[in-house]
């Protein structure tokens, strides 16, 4: 089991694992027996049109939702977390699309934001400072001061904020929802950077993203889901973009897939709206 | 990290100013230009306030020079504290960037169970006291069940707060209108007679002044200790020597006639202590956060629901506390106890002070400041002899007035980037 720490191989232990992992909402099956396998020190990409389940699979993964079938292993044990703060004492840690900064507090206070640690009655600043700048080194992070308000900063160096956030309670995996979604060129590239630096500390990193571009710079393994199943699972370098779009579209053979699974019905514009 | 300034030939530079974009702060001239920036970005702090209250002193000195006489300044900050005390609840609920409408007739309401339990009744001066809080507590916690549980927005809950507890006042009360309190009682010997004795006084100053410079000398050794940049002794030692010399001259003013009152001193230590709470604990950190970034708050572990009742209660609460104290400096409880304009000087008293109504943006000091200057106006105007229809109008012009600079000054803050 424990092999090096750090700068591990792509294909370390197996921290998270999902198996048959299945959630309804009312009459819509928003997914149904979706595996999926995240080692420590890959990432793994989650791709997928709009409606392909990503959003609820991440939501299950960081404990908003409860699957309603399904196994999720974490390091070894089964697992079933409520809440998404439970999903981050386990060692599941996300960074929402929406980042959840508080603008009018420093870096430091949204770094430890929930999590503060005290001397005694008191905020210890000094040690969350120190801790702060600590962390933003080992991201390489290019922040200026960690006691400007949160407001003050681009949206890069706040993405950088929020990643590092995560990495507070020393998780195994982190999830990174659509990080580079609202970035520039440059911004882009740190943030890829910043992925990059998370697996070589051995984390397992899961990403998810629209941009197959990001995707195939740093993911070592491509999940493809669509119409809330296991569509396709690619190592990075065999994939083309080409074979990614078609299996997040399900435009070539997995037509044929999705009709026999459908039976009869309507076939192709059940494919377009998924 | 010392090691890898040393490459760079500046090892004496600390973890948090390594990087080459940070402006350099060094000497006078470094912090002053450090603080007409912040100006400019729209990070005002209470300098209007002080500006405001600078400049309502030489307008009334001139109008009527005792209005800065020691007489005058002690019954300002005497008569100040009871709705300061209010403004200190109303800042807590802004920080959240909610608003509590109510604390008028809260304060009104629980100063009458008091004086009935006390008159009326014949229980202890203490048992009416805590019977009082109690039932500022308990109306707080009603509050913030109606806020979690059934979502209801505070202005209209304690809008119906402010009709209903003015009721309830009027209820208590019953046929008799007036109550008055022996002057004998605790309360209205401790918010009208009790002064701080001299000598103490100025121990205190001192006290006070070498509190202040000995905590920064502490920072200084923690943050140097961890390798962190550190507040620059000297200015640290002219601040903590200005402290000294304009408290002592404060001291040595208002002590030619009364002195620092009690009621007063028990204000300011609310304050301090409040202060304390809000930027040192979790507690204060998760206010900001909640009034900054509900979602943000949530999604981060706080317990948001907690903050809210924590704060509604703690609102109402001032509200009882300050209402005790109204009433003992007026040695009696009436039918117009707390209706009035209580509740709208405390909450302009909280905005001028600086804090933002549009939350997470404020300070304990700013109730402070805030009903200063009201209570300047006030005894100003009084003075000068004008109408009380003047004072409304006048009150109401400083309100908007501060309003007015909160909004411009978050426009500056947001196109500086300073949220």
């Known amino acids: 089991m424990s092999t090096t720490a750090t700068h591990r191989a792509p294909a370390g232990e197996v921290v998270l694992s999902l198996a048959g992992v299945t959630k309804r909402f009312g009459a819509v099956q928003a997914l149904s027996d979706v595996h999926m396998d995240v080692r420590a020190g890959e990432v793994v990409a989650l791709v997928g049109d709009n409606g392909a389940g990503k959003s609820t699979l991440v939501k299950v993964i960081a404990g908003v939702y409860t699957p309603d079938d399904g196994n999720i292993t974490?390091?070894?044990?089964?697992?079933?977390?409520?809440?998404?703060?439970?999903?981050?004492?386990?060692?599941?840690a996300t960074v929402f699309q929406d980042l959840a900064l508080c603008d009018n507090l420093d870096v430091v206070a949204n770094l430890f934001l929930g999590q503060e640690k005290i001397a005694g009655p008191f905020i210890d600043e000094v040690t969350m400072e120190k801790e702060a700048w600590r962390l933003l080194r080992t991201l390489s992070a290019k922040i200026p001061s960690v006691r400007i308000p949160i407001a003050s900063l681009s949206g890069g160096q706040r993405q950088t904020v929020a990643i590092a956030r995560s990495l507070v309670g020393s998780p195994k995996v982190v999830m990174l929802d659509e990080p580079t979604a609202a970035l520039g060129v440059a911004q882009t590239a740190e943030?890829?950077?910043?992925?990059?630096?998370?697996?070589?500390?051995?984390?397992?990193?899961?990403?998810?993203?629209?941009?197959?571009?990001?995707?195939?710079?740093?993911?070592d393994r491509i999940v493809v889901l669509r119409l809330g199943k296991n569509a396709a699972e690619f190592n990075v370098e065999e994939a083309t973009t080409a074979e990614l779009v078609a299996a997040i579209t399900g435009a070539s053979d997995n037509v044929v897939a999705a009709r026999a699974s459908r039976g009869e019905a309507a076939p192709t514009q059940g494919d377009q709206d998924g | 990290m010392a090691d890898t300034e040393t490459e760079n030939g500046t090892s004496a530079v600390a973890a948090d100013l390594a990087d080459e974009r940070?402006?350099?702060?060094?000497?006078?001239?470094g912090y002053f230009r450090l603080f007409v920036n912040r100006l400019k970005s729209g990070e005002l702090g209470s300098l209007p306030v002080v500006i405001g209250l600078i400049f309502i002193s030489i307008a009334f000195y001139s109008a009527e020079p005792r209005f800065l006489s020691s007489r005058s300044i002690v019954s300002i900050t005497q008569f100040a504290a009871p709705i300061g005390i209010i403004a200190l609840g109303i800042v807590l609920v802004l920080l959240l960037g909610e608003i509590d409408l109510s604390v008028g007739s809260v304060s009104g309401f629980t100063a009458a169970v008091m004086a009935v339990l006390l008159v009326n009744e014949g229980q202890s001066m203490f048992v009416a006291i805590l019977a009082a809080v109690l039932v500022g507590v308990a109306i707080g916690a009603f509050y913030a069940l109606l806020y979690t549980r059934l979502g209801v927005p505070s202005f209209v809950f304690s809008l119906a707060g402010l009709l209903g507890f003015q009721g309830a006042l009027l209820y208590v009360l019953g046929t008799q209108g007036t109550i008055n309190l022996p002057s004998d009682s605790f309360l209205v010997q401790f918010t009208r007679f009790e002064f701080l004795a001299p000598a103490v006084s100025y121990v205190l100053v001192v006290a006070i002044a070498l509190a202040y410079v000995g905590s920064q000398m502490w920072t200084i050794r923690q943050r140097s200790a961890a390798d962190l940049s550190t507040p620059w002794l000297p200015l640290v030692l002219i601040k903590g020597a200005a402290m000294l010399v304009g408290l002592g001259f404060l001291t040595y003013y208002v002590n030619i006639d009364r002195g620092w009152s009690y009621l007063w001193l028990f204000f300011v230590l609310m304050v301090v202590l409040m202060d304390f709470a809000l930027r040192r604990t979790r507690w204060g950190r998760h206010v900001f956060a909640v009034g900054g970034n509900e979602e943000a708050a949530r999604r981060s572990g706080i317990k948001v629901n907690r903050v809210y009742f924590s704060v509604f209660a703690l609102c109402s609460t001032l509200a009882a506390v300050g209402g005790l104290l109204a009433a003992g400096l007026q040695t009696s409880v009436s039918q117009a106890s707390g209706t009035t304009d209580t509740n709208l000087t405390a909450i302009a008293a909280a905005v001028i002070g600086g804090t933002s109504l549009f939350g997470g943006r404020g300070s304990a000091y700013s109730a402070m400041l805030g009903i200063i200057v009201l209570q300047a106006i006030q005894t100003g105007l009084n003075l000068v002899g004008v109408d009380s229809s003047v004072r409304f109008m006048v009150t109401g012009a400083v309100l908007l007035l501060a309003v007015a600079i909160d909004s411009v000054s978050r426009r500056a803050r947001t196109s500086s980037g300073r949220g």
């Open chain 1, 74 to 92: 974490f390091d070894g044990k089964s697992v079933r977390a409520s809440g998404p703060a439970e999903a981050q004492a386990l060692g599941i």
């Open chain 1, 191 to 219: 943030v890829l950077n910043l992925i990059e630096r998370l697996r070589e500390t051995g984390l397992g990193v899961i990403l998810i993203s629209h941009n197959m571009a990001d995707v195939q710079a740093v993911a």
């Open chain 2, 22 to 29: 940070l402006i350099k702060t060094e000497g006078l001239s």
